[in-house]
Antibody
Framework: EVQLVESGGGLVQPGGSLRLSCVAS????????LSWVRQAPGKGLEWVAQ????????NYVDSVKGRFTISRDNAKNSLYLQVNSLTAEDTAVYYC??????????WGQGTMVTVSS | QTVVTQEPSFSVSPGGTVTLTCGLS?????????PSWYQQTPGQAPRTLIS???TRSSGVPDRFSGSILGNKAALTITGAQADDESDYYC??????????FGTGTKVTVL
């Protein structure tokens, strides 16, 4: 079964950091672009970052540039998002998604990040 | 700042047809933006419906169809069913590895 499973979310204080993880199974991980998409409570979806198959190309939404870092380990079938300098506006469910032909075709169930003192 | 606009809400009768649109704050949407569409119910992850303007994802009923209508991307639900009541989002590929989600449309079937 093709699957993405996120972990690493939790409650963090403003200014804090977290490392989100996403483990893939059921497909050739190293063949696909991968993205992180987030959704604040009661709000719409927002694309956050994407990484190329070999990690050589990374792109970010402007609001997270310099604070978030996307990375991957193809040997471990794992995608990561290092989130630093968190603010309340970063509170959201974070989904990892497989990118294929400019479409997010497989989604994980998400991990919740809550930024609060 | 690119804004991708969608209607906030639509109501459709069971068996009826509704067309949701996805536009740009400036400019026209074309196939070059690879528009895709997603369905989301509360508390669930999004489900991919349409890729590359009009390609249905595996398992998606054929009552869902995608197209370009005028200067916007469009998702049409023909013969709406109760379980189509969801939020619907479009995504546009802006180039240089950047994507922008639309503002989302809440569809009510009643």
């Amino acid at each position: 079964e093709v699957q993405l499973v996120e972990s690493g979310g939790g409650l963090v204080q403003p200014g804090g950091s977290l490392r989100l993880s996403c483990v893939a199974s059921g497909f050739t991980f190293s063949s696909y672009y991968l993205s992180w998409v987030r959704q604040a409570p009661g709000k719409g979806l927002e694309w956050v970052a994407q990484i190329k198959q070999d990690g050589s190309e990374k792109n970010y939404v402007d609001s997270v540039k310099g604070r978030f870092t996307i990375s991957r380990d193809n040997a471990k079938n794992s995608l990561y998002l290092q989130v630093n300098s968190l603010t309340a506006e970063d509170t959201a469910v974070y989904y990892c998604a497989r990118s294929w032909s400019k479409t997010f075709d497989i989604w994980g169930q998400g991990t919740m990040v809550t930024v609060s003192s | 700042q690119t804004v991708v606009t969608q209607e906030p809400s639509f109501s459709v009768s069971p068996g009826g047809t509704v067309t949701l649109t996805c536009g740009l704050s400036s400019g026209s949407v074309s196939t070059n933006y690879y528009p895709s569409w997603y369905q989301q119910t509360p508390g669930q992850a999004p489900r991919t419906l349409i890729s590359n303007t009009n390609t249905r994802s595996s398992g998606v009923p054929d009552r869902f169809s995608g197209s370009i209508l005028g200067n916007k991307a469009a998702l049409t639900i023909t013969g709406a069913q109760a379980d189509d009541e969801s939020d619907y989002y479009c995504v546009l590929f802006m180039g240089r590895g950047i994507y922008v989600f639309g503002t989302g449309t809440k569809v009510t079937v009643l």
